[in-house]
């Protein structure tokens, strides 16, 4: 059991450039989430999706967009990265929406 | 909205003594609280949880209280050990929506001095 990946670990983009985070699951859990982390702020849930096919809006969703087309896989897109984007980003999953497990993170820099 | 306040936001202690953090949540609906750890460079953790229906949960030197008239919950570490320095998260599970999402604090991060 793998439990969440997530894929890549880390990632330099310039301003403007697009790209996707890949986040996977071998739990079979309904819930899936993608949360940024800044030093001081906490988790601040980006969107999430309650099964295949749904996604719906988090805290911050801004700038962000993402798909859920298979149960273990849950994506966000990044169209047109900005400065304010630079953040480290965790993905969970959950039965449920209670207890969440988390991926390593993806730290991400953008110039 | 929803937000979840946690204090203090650092914490030193020796080794031995214990560590108490504190958390308030604004939903009086929320009705699952679980407490994270989060090493250096490493993803959050669960260490422990407690539902609205439970005033107290403990798990060997960890243990989690939670007050639902104030709205609060606290986690309590004792006999503190240099492997639990790391930065807690609490959170509170959001009702918009339906309940689906949790609601974190900002974190404390514990240092435990030998």
């Known amino acids: 059991n793998a439990g969440v990946t997530q894929t890549p670990k880390f990632r330099v983009l310039k301003t403007g450039q697009s790209m996707t985070l890949l986040c996977a699951q071998d739990?079979?859990?309904?819930?899936m989430y993608w949360y940024r982390q800044d030093p001081g702020m906490g988790l601040r849930l980006i969107h999430y999706s309650v099964g295949e096919g749904t996604t719906a809006k988090g805290e911050v969703p801004d700038g962000y967009n993402v798909s859920r087309l298979k149960k273990q896989n849950f994506l966000l897109g990044l169209e047109s990265a900005a400065p304010s984007q630079t953040s480290v980003y965790f993905c969970?999953?959950?039965?449920?929406?209670?207890?969440?497990?988390f991926g390593p993170g993806t730290r991400l820099t953008v110039l | 909205g929803e937000n979840v306040e946690q204090h203090p936001s650092t914490l030193s202690v020796q080794e031995g003594d214990s560590a108490v953090i504190k958390c308030t949540y604004s939903d009086s609906a929320s009705n699952y609280f679980p407490w994270y750890k989060q090493e250096l460079g490493k993803r959050p953790q669960l260490i422990i949880d407690i539902r609205s229906n439970v005033g107290e949960k403990k798990d060997q030197r960890i243990a989690v209280t939670l007050n639902k008239t104030a709205k609060h919950f606290s986690l309590h570490i004792t006999e503190t050990q240099p492997e639990d320095s790391a930065v807690y998260f609490c959170a509170a599970r959001g009702t918009s929506g339906g309940y689906n999402k949790l609601i974190f604090g900002a974190g404390t991060r514990l240092a435990v001095h030998p």
């Open positions: 739990m079979n859990h309904e819930y």
């Open positions: 969970a999953s959950s039965e449920g929406g209670r207890m969440q497990f």
